[in-house]
């Protein structure tokens, strides 16, 4: 997990992005990169998967994660949108990710519960408007996995160097 990268920047390499965005009410797994062709391949090709839990408000339904499913309409700056169909499934037991520094909500303001979402687009603040869309907003996103690579339990502010491997099986799942 990726915390204040402001804390980082010294241990980095000159030249570093990021593949890919999360906003800043989002955590999880970035991939941070000095190679441009890689972050093209990640975020142009939709070929590689990316993998978010959300908390989301309520308890979600069968209904709505279907619809989640099939793809719903939203809007991307402004315009029309309608999201790709996509694996959704309810994640029943709550992850064990780290404590937020915020407090989202606290149990007296209802039940939530969470969803892996998997996606092969990524529009701004995509998965936060496709449960929005369905009836269930999303109170805590964190994205889990990016191709092969999960978070794992890594913690916030931690990083990790990619094998050769890694690196080879992300520009296999771009490539096809």
């Not at 989002?26 to 959300?54: F, P, R």
């Not at 994640?91 to 606290?106: A, H, K």
Request: glycine content about 10%; aromatic content about 4%.
């Amino acid at each position: 997990m990726l915390g204040e990268l402001d804390q980082l920047q010294d241990n980095l390499p000159d030249g570093i992005m990021a593949v890919g965005r999360l906003d800043e009410m989002s955590e999880g797994l970035l991939l941070l990169t000095t190679d441009g062709s890689l972050s093209y391949l990640i975020n142009k090709g939709g070929n590689v998967e990316k993998e978010y839990y959300a908390q989301v408000d309520g308890v979600i339904t069968g209904d709505a994660i279907e619809k989640l499913q099939q793809g719903v309409d939203i809007t991307v700056r402004g315009k029309p949108f309608s999201s790709a169909p996509c694996p959704v499934v309810r994640v029943n037991e709550e992850p064990s990710f780290s404590d937020r520094l915020r407090n989202i909500r606290n149990e007296r303001h209802g039940p939530t519960s969470w969803v892996s979402i998997t996606l092969r687009e990524g529009k701004k603040r995509q998965v936060r408007k496709m449960t929005s869309a369905v009836g269930f907003p999303t109170l805590r996103l964190v994205r889990v996995r990016v191709g092969d690579m999960r978070l794992g339990s890594m913690k916030p502010g931690e990083l990790r160097k990619l094998c050769d491997s890694e690196v080879s099986q992300i520009r296999e799942a771009a490539a096809t």
